[in-house]
């Protein structure tokens, strides 16, 4: 469990840099969080095995323990999401980095509007994915049934056919009620990983959504795209 700090986020950053960990630190406090800097990996491990945290920062080159091997231990037994900085910009690096559960990848240099930026964008995830399913009104939900055993929904016993992540962007979607969700969320909280301008996996997987909803006969919501903006569940005469 990775409880949800009462007053200031509470924040791990791992980096062995001293002027650079020293200036996050100082940063990131003034700006409300509770920080907690160490500059080893072995020892960044240890401290959020055991304590809570909201968010973990973590260079990938680190003394003691390196931090995709670091990631690796922590995802074993913790889902604290996890920041990777790194002056290692190749895709490879990225790849990997998100195959082993990291949350985002941001390369050096950066400034620290962007850290925060990011930092407050996990934050508002996280509490969406602790937020309980809206009520929806019965008109909207009718209809409409979500299997989590078989990652599908059916409408009248038929089932859609979703691929698993054709299910987890709908149930995302699902959930977040009438908010219109960005595809940099959606990118990373449904496919795990980060957006690219001219990566169309997203909306390949929201067009095959509305052909099969419609398949089955389910046309009381869609998915609909709101230009620069996002996605969001809506019934069809709802304006966005």
């Avoid at 945290?53 to 931090?67: A, K, R, S, T």
């Avoid at 099969?212 to 019934?235: C, N, P």
Wanted: hydrophobic share 40%; glycine share 8%.
């Amino acid at each position: 469990m990775n409880p949800t700090s009462v007053c200031h986020p509470r924040i791990l950053s791992i980096e062995d840099d001293p002027v650079l960990g020293a200036y996050v630190h100082e940063q990131l406090g003034r700006s409300g969080f509770d920080v907690t800097w160490c500059q080893n990996g072995r020892e960044g491990l240890e401290i959020a095995c055991r304590q809570a945290f909201d968010v973990v920062l973590m260079d990938i080159l680190l003394p003691g323990m390196d931090g995709l091997a670091v990631l690796t231990r922590l995802r074993q037994s913790h889902s604290t999401p996890v920041v990777l900085m790194s002056a290692l910009g190749a895709e490879a690096d990225r790849i990997s980095g998100f195959r082993l559960g990291a949350d985002d990848y941001l390369p050096k240099p950066f400034s620290m509007a962007e850290l925060h930026v990011r930092i407050e964008a996990i934050l508002r995830r996280v509490a969406l994915d602790r937020r309980p399913t809206p009520m929806l009104p019965v008109h909207q939900a009718q209809g409409l049934d979500f299997d989590e055993e078989r990652c599908d929904v059916q409408v009248a016993g038929q089932p859609a056919g979703l691929t698993r992540s054709e299910y987890r962007l709908l149930d995302v979607l699902h959930r977040s009620g009438d908010e219109v969700l960005s595809k940099a969320f959606l990118y990373q909280h449904v496919l795990q990983r980060g957006y690219a301008p001219h990566d169309r996996s997203l909306d390949m997987h929201v067009s095959q959504i509305r052909r099969k909803l419609k398949a089955i006969g389910y046309i009381a919501r869609e998915v609909r795209t709101v230009w620069g903006k996002g996605y969001v569940l809506s019934a069809i005469d709802e304006m966005v």
